[in-house]
C-alpha cells in the first residue's frame, strides 16, 4: 500500500495528480463554475466508462464533452442523433471499391478516442443497440468482420430528460453500460456573472491539448493498480446486496454496477493522492455511478421518491468498515 499513485512511466513521468489536475484546469477555462461535473467526467475517463450527462438545454453538456476532447491529444468524433440516424452513420459500412475490386470499411464515428453522442435518447432503438458492442467489449463487428477500437475510448452521450416528444427511453441494458450518469445543473450565481463575462473569450475549440493520449492511458493502468482492501470489496456488495430488497426498488445492482463502483473508487483515490481506496471514495461516487441503474417500484413513484434518495439510504444502512478493519 503506497501513499501516492504515480500514473507516470517507469522513466519518471508526471504523476496521477499532476496530469488529472492539468486537464481539470484546462476545462475549467471554458466549463465555469461545475468543477465536481468535470472531476466525474475525468473520473469516468480514467475508469475506462462511459458517461451520460442528462439535464436540460444551454447548460453546458456539449461544451464539457468538446473541452474534455481538446484538451487531450486525441480524436474526437460526434453524432447528433435523430430517428433518421442509421446504425451505420455510427459504426461505420462496407462500400464496393470500383478501382480496387473490393469492399472498404469506412470507419464510422464511433472510431475515435472519445464519442459525442449528442441526444442519444432521439435515436431508434436499432441505433442505440449499434453502441452497445463498442461500449462493452470495444470492438465493432460490420458483416461478420470485427473491427477494435483504441485506447483510450469513452462515450460521452447527452439527452435532455424534460423533452420526450420523438425520443426514444434508453433501456435497462443500454443505461447499465453508462459507468456514470451526471447533471450539470444551472451555474451558482458568481459563475453566472463569469459566464458573462467571458462569454466572447474562451471556448472549447479554443483550448489546446495539455495531455497526450500515453498520459492518459498510463492513468487508466495505474487505476487498476490502486489496493481495495478486502473489507471493502464486502462493503460495495452489502451495498448491492442491500439494494436488491429495498423496499422501493424493483430492480438492484448487477454485478456489472459493483465493479464499476469498485473502478471509479479506485479513481477517486488515484485522484486524491492515495494509492488506497477509503469508504469515502465509495460513498462520494455511489450516486453518479449507481443510481441510473435501479428502478423504483410503481408505490415508490407514486409516492415521488427519488432514487438519488434511495441510493443515499441503502448507503445509511450499511455499515462502513472501520479502520482496523481495513
Known sequence: MTETTNAGTASGGPSFTDVFGRIADNIGQVIRGKDEAVRLALLCLVSEGHLLVEDVPGVGKTSLAKSLAASIDCSFGRVQFTPDVLPTDVVGVNIWSEQERV?????????????????????SPKTQAALLEAMEERQVTVDRTTHELARPFMVFATQNPIEHEG????????LDRFLMRVTMGYPERAA??????THDGTHATSLGPVATVQEVIAMTDAVKGVHVAPSLKEYIVSIAEASRTHHALSLGISPRATLNLQRVSQASA??????YVVPDDIKAIAIPVLA???ALTPDAQLQGIKVDGVVADVLGGVA???????
Do not use: C, K
Not at 425520443?167 to 435497462?172: A, D, M, N
Not at 453566472?192 to 463575462?197: K, R, T
Open 103 to 123: 469492399f472498404e470499411f469506412r470507419a464510422g464515428p464511433v472510431f475515435n478516442n472519445i464519442v459525442l453522442g449528442d441526444e442519444i435518447n432521439r435515436a
Open 167 to 174: 425520443t426514444y427511453p434508453l433501456p435497462e441494458s443500454q
Open 192 to 197: 453566472a456573472l463569469d459566464i458573462l463575462d
Open 270 to 275: 488515484a485522484s486524491h493522492g492515495r494509492g
Open 292 to 294: 441510473h441503474r435501479l
Open 320 to 326: 462502513v468498515p472501520t479502520a482496523a478493519e481495513r
